[in-house]
């Protein structure tokens, strides 16, 4: 900390003793109620000295000499204005300009001032250009033109980071959903899963988002559990005339049109279940199991926005924006499901699952302009998200499986059908206030996550051969070694968050700012599951039709006392106190209680030296406790327990830009954090798939030290072209990995699995203009970044605790770690009077990573690498009709695990981040899309 301080005083003299002057304003536009007016034009006369209005319309000149210069403002469309301006030594000058239409061009100007906030490439990047910290962004204009659709799908355009296919899971310079964290508004989001950190970035559609960026170095506002970076959506806000937008789509996969659809039973088409306040034993009583046919398999997305403002006698402003849509998704993947630890323990060669997803999501924003120094928004957005799985393994009669009782070469078979349901509401209230020198930023949140998995149903059959063989004689029979080889299963998540922020800023002068601040998270997880199990009476019942388990699972043949003729009973694992486990409703299986409190209070300085450096030296101190309560069935008597983790973190930050001129940047950043495990790593309940299981470990409370620095050169060569190169390293102690603990299950667990892992790359961008029209309009340009790294960590020999293992190895890469990440894209976008058609071909690829450690003789589990290729072609006709088109995955890569076997080599396996399948394809996405606005 002594360091620190005589920086911060060292650097304090640097500011003081400045001798020369500057000039710093800003300017509004009269023709929308003096709204600030975002990259006008400022140009010191007689010099080459200029620069260009920020999003608030502020521009400074500094290091001024002493003297009296010409400063011109213009902006295409509006009268140019000349303004002299008197500069003092030590003094800055204020210069405020209205600027307004020019008479001669004003029936011809089309004011898009609203088109400049923060969503166009443009000023995104000159929010990158100017901003403190190390950060990239993309915006709408981006977003619609590369055709991304969500926000997962934004965050992989940037250098550094990618997506795991198959899954939300999002890396960032290969650290994956335990080191990330996601906010909207600055305000923390809550995950809607209860094996992820993070919530999924797929349910924020483009429509609320105005810009999604990621912080990769860290300043201290952040939260201190911060290694990988933070991702930051900002919520579209509306500040122009009234306009009403409306649209709708149509597509389909090319895997998925052909086939004979299905969906689970009690679904709706829009994503809802209705059933989730009933008592799930009444549900198995009186609903079937069977999925059920859909029509054709034909994806539809439709929707509207509008937006209103208005105008008051005393200069304030009421804004409105409102927002909703809904989408669907049919998707069919065919491929193998594999569970093979050191031996294969299933296997279905042939497996195939039908997917039916939704996301509905609706936005209302209100902003209140009470006049130019004071501004209030509320921001409120639910979203429900469901996603909707059948799945049939082994169909083609090969199915293994090495417990199987009458069979273990062939004939063994499975069927999944499962619903899972998110809804969301996020509220916020948020407030900026400026006074003299003082600045107030604040915001409050509360958020209200109900993520639900209700009634899956699960059946496992032997012999399934003979329902192959066209031999009425020969039929299936159930596979029950135990009772819930037959289920339904019910699971549900409940999060309640409220969360705040303020930051009060004071500037001290052109050279010196300061910023003091808080913010603070209370985040309550309430978890609960239940299974109910079918115990098969009659060992050798076989199966007339396995599409048709209704006519098994019904009141008819439930076995209800003791030498009854019923074919099964219901089992459940903890009965009531005073009931039986037999054909009785039961307790929750497994359940825990989270609690998290975050309370941080934090300062920093923005140090100006000149006009080329600026030092921001900040601290953090951060209060964190954690506690969860648990009941898990699969640790015995050790699966009722309380662990609780108290700390106080000091977190140093310091980060630097120099401006090599005023175009080109240099930075160097340099943080301690720590990395703080999530309940669903802490909480020893395990997940039970097909053909994998996943849970947490008690053992990995506490927290990591992580050490970061980041050094970036950047050259804005003109206002949409940019090259940039970075270097980074990071060293974690303690990490936590996802491990497949070498036991007779084969589960993945989270481990702290050494003393340390280190972190190295360096990252490349560059955007360019080919081809600009008279206009300086851009027809031909590519963007390319690309991320090389290599990661490397300690492994400890041996591992005493909650779960015991080992490794045959010293050191490995990190989970979740690309050594080389690539993204790509050529946009073309020529104008034929009132036709401007916008071409792209959009690119990715990610390297092998490692999925989950293997311990003692496994191998590790490795994502294969995939590329993709998407085509979006925009035709906007006229100012108010749009025509899209896309074709998304062009390239249909393989999607792949692998376990690496030292004996047999790499054997293919299904992952718990991933799908039920391995080794399938996700077929062409083909799209059409009308838009019009009204």
Do not use: C
């Amino acid at each position: 900390m002594k360091n620190f301080t005589y920086l911060l005083f060292a650097l304090l003299s640097i500011a003081t003793y400045a001798q020369n002057g500057s000039v710093s304003g800003t300017l509004t536009d009269k023709e929308f109620n003096n709204e600030p007016l975002s990259f006008a034009n400022i140009l010191i006369k007689g010099t080459t000295t200029g620069t260009t209005s920020d999003m608030d319309g502020s521009y400074t000149f500094s290091d001024l000499k002493p003297g009296t210069y010409n400063i011109e403002f213009s902006f295409v469309g509006y009268e140019t204005q000349t303004i002299p301006a008197t500069v003092e030594a030590g003094k800055n000058t204020e210069i405020n300009v209205a600027m307004g239409a020019s008479a001669a061009t004003l029936d011809e100007v089309v004011l898009e001032t609203v088109t400049t906030k923060r969503e166009s490439e443009t000023a995104l990047l000159l929010e990158q250009k100017k901003a403190v910290e190390i950060k990239q962004i993309i915006g709408a204009e981006e977003l619609s033109r590369k055709g991304v659709s969500d926000a997962a799908g934004a965050v992989a355009k940037i250098s550094g980071v990618s997506k795991q296919e198959g899954s939300s899971n999002v890396y960032v310079r290969g650290l994956g959903d335990r080191y990330l964290n996601t906010t909207m508004n600055g305000l923390s989001l809550p995950s809607n899963d209860v094996n992820k950190k993070n919530i999924d970035l797929n349910l924020f559609s483009s429509d609320v988002i105005q810009n999604v960026s990621i912080s990769k170095a860290y300043a201290s506002q952040f939260y201190g559990d911060f290694a990988a970076g933070n991702v930051d959506i900002t919520s579209k806000e509306h500040k122009g005339g009234s306009f009403v937008e409306a649209f709708s789509g149509t597509g389909f996969n090319t895997n998925a049109i052909d086939k004979n659809f299905v969906r689970s039973e009690g679904t709706g088409y829009f994503g809802y279940y209705g059933r989730g306040e009933h008592n799930p034993f009444a549900i198995v009583l009186s609903h079937g199991v069977d999925a059920v046919a859909v029509d054709t398999p034909i994806n539809v997305a439709y929707g509207a926005s509008g937006g209103s403002s208005f105008n008051f006698e005393n200069g304030s402003r009421l804004s409105f924006f409102l927002t909703g849509g809904f989408e669907n998704n049919y998707e069919y993947r065919k491929g193998k499901s594999v569970d093979f630890s050191t031996v294969e323990k299933k296997a279905f060669e042939a497996s195939e699952e039908f997917e039916y997803s939704t996301t509905t999501t609706a936005m209302a924003n209100v902003n209140y302009k009470i006049n130019s120094d004071n501004r209030i928004s509320f921001n409120s957005v639910f979203i429900n998200s469901s996603s909707d799985e059948v799945g049939y393994f082994g169909i083609d009669g090969q199915g293994r499986n090495r417990d199987a009782i009458l069979n273990t070469d062939k004939g063994f078979y499975q069927q999944n059908i499962q619903f899972d349901q998110t809804k969301m509401f996020v509220n916020q209230l948020i407030g900026n206030h400026k006074s003299g020198d003082f600045e107030l930023d604040w915001g409050f949140g509360y958020n209200k996550v109900f993520s639900d998995q209700p009634d899956r149903k699960r059946f496992s059959v032997e012999n399934y051969d003979y329902a192959l063989d066209n031999d009425p004689t020969t039929n299936p029979t159930f596979y029950s070694n135990v009772v819930f080889d037959n289920q339904r299963y019910f699971q549900k998540i409940e999060d309640d968050e409220y969360n705040g922020r303020v930051n009060l800023a004071y500037n001290v002068n052109d050279n010196l700012k300061f910023n003091f601040g808080y913010n603070g998270r209370h985040k309550t997880r309430q978890f609960n599951n239940i299974r109910y199990g079918y115990d098969i009476i009659d060992g050798g019942y076989q199966i007339a039709d396995v599409n048709n388990l209704n006519a098994v699972f019904n009141l008819d043949n439930l076995n209800l006392n003791t030498g009854d003729s019923g074919l099964y009973q219901i089992k459940v694992l903890k009965p009531y106190p005073t009931l039986s486990n037999t054909n009785r409703p039961g307790l929750f299986e497994n359940t825990y209680n989270g609690k998290l409190n975050v309370y941080a209070g934090y300062a920093d300085a923005e140090i100006k030296a000149g006009d080329k450096w600026l030092f921001v030296p900040g601290v953090r101190l951060e209060n964190f406790e954690q506690s969860i309560d648990y009941n898990v069935i699969n640790l015995g008597n050790n699966g009722v327990d309380s662990k609780t983790s108290k700390e106080t973190f000091i977190l140093p930050s310091l980060n630097i830009k120099y401006s090599l001129s005023d175009d080109q940047n240099l930075r160097l950043s340099a943080s301690k954090t720590v990395s703080t495990p999530e309940f669903k790593e802490i909480a020893p309940f395990v997940y039970e798939d097909v053909s994998t299981r996943i849970g947490g470990n008690p053992d990995v409370l506490g927290y990591s030290n992580v050490l970061n620095i980041d050094l970036k050169y950047e050259w804005f060569f003109s206002r949409s072209e940019i090259v940039s190169i970075g270097a980074f390293t990071k060293q974690i102690e303690d990490p936590i990995n996802l491990v497949v603990v070498g036991d007779a299950t084969g589960t993945q667990r989270y481990v702290r699995t050494g003393d340390k892992a280190t972190v190295y790359g360096i990252e490349v961008e560059l955007r360019k203009d080919i081809l600009v029209d008279e206009d300086d309009n851009t027809n031909l340009s590519f963007g390319v970044n690309a991320t090389y790294m290599k990661t490397n960590q300690d492994l400890y020999e041996n591992i005493d605790g909650t779960f015991d293992l080992a490794f045959n190895k010293t050191e490995d890469q990190l989970q979740g770690a690309s050594p080389f990440i690539l993204n790509a894209d050529v946009s073309y976008s020529p104008t034929f009077e009132n036709y401007k058609p916008v071409a792209n071909l959009v690119f990715s690829y990610f390297s092998d990573r490692i999925d989950a450690l293997g311990s003692g003789d496994l191998g590790n589990i490795v994502e294969k690498s995939v590329p993709t290729l998407d085509f979006i072609w925009k035709n906007t006709i006229n100012d108010n009709f749009e025509i899209n088109l896309s074709a998304k995955n062009l390239l249909n890569p393989t999607i792949q695990y692998v376990r690496e076997d030292q004996n047999q080599g790499d054997v293919l396996v299904v992952s718990a981040n991933g799908k039920g399948v391995t080794d399938y394809k996700r077929g062409l996405n083909v799209g059409l899309q009308l838009k019009y606005k009204f």
